[in-house]
């Protein structure tokens, strides 16, 4: 691949996302060795070249010997296309623009629900918030999950009853509701970060099962086998949401309403 020379891209150094990306940025010789660094400890000839919030929220990517800066999927395209010239002109037509816009900023102002970092200092930039990105996601998010479980659902028939096609939405939306309302009431300004953080672990458990549904499918699992199967990705869930629970401070109060919610809906459909 051809190298881009001559240019810093600037990641979050508390995205696991973005470090992973801008890596392999490197490693596949797209930037050269020295083409990347955090912008947390950004180097000094390109401070004054940087609007530091913009790169916050938007991946910075900067022209050591001109002094251009290019910003979000503008930065991703240019040192792609340098590298595979091929997709320029599908990646720099107007509707792919678009799609490719919206979808950098959808997944860059949900990254740290969906790959927390470590926890930050309260003095350092952080991304700025926008309501509609994180209602966005908490609306897909809460339809994968509830389409997986309507799914799953049927491999638990004679363990738990058989539910209509709505239950597992209905069920998953009223979890939104209850442990939102918790949160208002306990920790309010951490509300969308919250709500956000336990909806990219609910995606996780859906996606969790959906290798279990082909193994039941394939072994013909027991519905027993199938429950069993389900707590376990459970466990692995409140493991989980401890732990985001802990980077964002909240303590075991939320944990404590996400189980008791459970238990609710579980003694209910039994």
């Excluded at 950004?42 to 001109?66: F, S």
């Amino acid at each position: 691949m051809k190298t881009l020379q001559n240019h810093i891209i600037l990641y979050d150094a508390e995205c696991p996302m973005c470090k992973l990306y801008t890596k392999a940025f490197v490693n596949t010789h797209m930037l050269d060795a020295a083409g990347r660094a955090a912008y947390q400890q950004m180097p000094d000839e390109v401070c004054p070249l940087v609007d530091m919030q913009r790169a916050v929220n938007e991946i910075a990517l900067v022209n050591t010997q001109t002094g251009e800066v290019t910003y979000g999927v503008e930065s991703l395209l240019k040192v792609i296309t340098h590298s595979v010239p091929v997709l320029k002109p599908v990646c720099n037509s107007k509707p792919v623009l678009w799609l490719l816009q919206k979808a950098y900023s959808f997944i860059s102002y949900n990254r740290r629900v969906i790959v927390p970092g470590s926890k930050t200092d309260s003095n350092d930039v952080q991304p700025a918030f926008r309501l509609s990105y994180r209602l966005l996601y908490l609306l897909i998010t809460w339809l994968i999950v509830g389409a997986e479980l309507t799914h799953y659902a049927d491999f638990l028939t004679g363990v738990v009853p058989a539910g209509n096609a709505y239950r597992e939405y209905l069920i998953c939306g009223g979890q939104i509701l209850f442990q939102g309302i918790t949160v208002t009431l306990y920790a309010p300004t951490k509300r969308c970060d919250y709500l956000g953080n336990m909806m990219t672990i609910s995606l996780a458990g859906a996606l969790l099962l959906l290798p279990v549904m082909g193994l039941a499918i394939v072994f013909a699992f027991s519905s027993i086998v199938c429950t069993v199967l389900f707590m376990a990705v459970a466990g692995v869930m409140f493991l989980e949401h401890v732990r985001r629970s802990k980077l964002l401070n909240l303590g075991w109060a939320l944990t404590i309403s996400w189980m008791i919610y459970r238990l609710l809906i579980l003694f209910v459909i039994i």
